[in-house]
């Protein structure tokens, strides 16, 4: 019967009845083995994020060299947010090691440290911001020991909240500046000639806000045919791409007939192969009687009687 239980949820269920009659009370045993764990958790996190930065920036020089810019800015936006995590998290974790040395400090103390306030408020606000579950254990001792008003403090205001941790952790965007940095050492590293479009922001424009959305300039005319040729340049102006420059053609020429010639007409002369014009040939001199051959016929009988 008792290995049927569900413990887990047992145990689950006491600690909710006993913190909704006040009975739950502060326990340094939970808190420093789940702050070791916080510390372990936010290291693998940290290395899953690591190994999928390198695919994303594989992907994205090749979006690059493709000419995709617009979604090789929409991608590395989700790089820099997995380089923000991971360094908030390296922040996160070392604040855990350094509470783990201090519980018995913690325990012994009845008010919350002055140098440890920071350190407490971070992990709390971070507590429900973060895929390490563990946390939200640590945050619920630390509201335990130091009381509601303690936690709420520290899940509402940012004054003892770590800044960096604040900045890295927080949903807004990042700025247009660091994206255009983030792609231009991308193309670097993977030596690919690419210069960044025009965004229509100034240079403090683009430190304090973020990048504009798309207007499908890097999107092709016709890219599943690649027939651009077949679009007038107007309707490619409207949708923002440049056409291909177009190569003149030579004009089509009708087939000319042949001219006929009458038939009395004298035969068009050939030009002489060597390039120079062909002497005209006069009349040809008469040759006389040709002497009779062995097969000729014999000689006219005439001829003897006038010589006679």
Same mark, same amino acid.
């Given at each position: ?9 047992l145990i ?8 909704s009659?006040?009975?739950e009370?502060f326990n340094?045993?939970?808190l420093?083995?789940?702050l070791?764990?916080?510390e ?5 996190v940290n ?6 930065? /390198?695919?994303?920036?594989r992907e994205?020089? &090749?979006?690059l060299? !493709?000419?995709k810019?617009?979604k090789? =800015?929409?991608? @590395? ?6 380089d923000?995590t991971i360094?908030?998290?390296e922040?996160?974790g ?5 509470v783990?040395?201090r519980v ?5 103390? /009845?008010?919350?440290?002055?140098d440890?306030? &920071?350190?407490?408020c !971070?992990?709390?606000w971070a507590s429900? =911001?973060?895929? @390490?579950?563990e946390?939200?254990e640590?945050?619920k001792q630390l509201?335990?020991?130091y009381?509601?008003e ?7 205001s940012?004054e003892?909240v ?9 949903i807004?965007?990042p700025?247009a500046?660091?994206v255009v ?9 993977f030596?690919i000639?690419w210069?960044?479009?025009e965004?229509?922001?100034?240079e403090?424009?683009m430190?304090t806000?973020?990048?504009p959305?798309p207007?499908g300039?890097s999107?092709?005319?016709a890219?599943?045919?690649?027939l651009?040729q077949?679009?007038e340049?107007?309707v490619?102006?409207i949708?923002?791409v440049q056409?291909?420059p177009v190569v003149p053609q030579?004009?089509l020429?009708p087939?000319?007939a042949?001219?006929q010639?009458?038939d009395d ?6 030009a002489?192969?060597?390039?120079g014009?062909?002497?005209r040939?006069g009349?040809?001199?008469?040759p006389?009687p ?5 097969g000729?016929p014999?000689p006219d009988d005439?001829d003897d009687?006038d010589d006679d």
């Open positions: 019967l008792a290995a049927g239980l569900d413990w887990a949820g689950d269920r006491s600690g909710a009845m006993l913190r009659l006040g009975l009370r340094a045993n939970k420093k083995p789940h070791k764990m916080s372990q958790r936010f290291s693998i290395s899953k994020k690591t190994n999928e930065i /390198k695919v994303q920036k994205i020089a &090749e979006m060299r !493709t000419g810019e617009e090789a =800015r929409i991608r @590395v936006e989700h790089m820099i947010r997995c923000f360094e908030a998290y922040l996160l070392l604040l855990c090691e350094l783990h040395e018995a400090l913690i325990a012994n103390e /009845k008010e919350c440290p002055a440890m306030k &920071e350190a407490m !971070t992990l709390v429900h =911001r973060t895929e @390490v579950p946390l939200k640590v945050a509201e335990l020991k009381g509601k303690f936690a709420d403090e520290a899940k509402t940012t003892f770590n800044a960096r941790v604040f900045h890295k952790l927080s807004a965007p700025s500046k660091i940095n983030y792609l231009t050492e991308i193309a670097k590293e030596n000639e210069t960044p479009a965004v229509g922001l100034d403090q424009a430190a806000q973020s990048m959305g207007t300039f999107v092709q005319v890219p599943g045919s690649n651009t077949a679009y340049a107007p490619a102006e949708i923002g056409p291909p030579p004009p020429v087939p000319v042949p001219r010639l009458p007409a004298p035969a068009p002369e050939k002489p192969r060597g390039g014009p062909e002497p040939a009349p040809a001199p008469d006389g040709s002497p009779p051959g062995p000729g014999p005439d009687d």
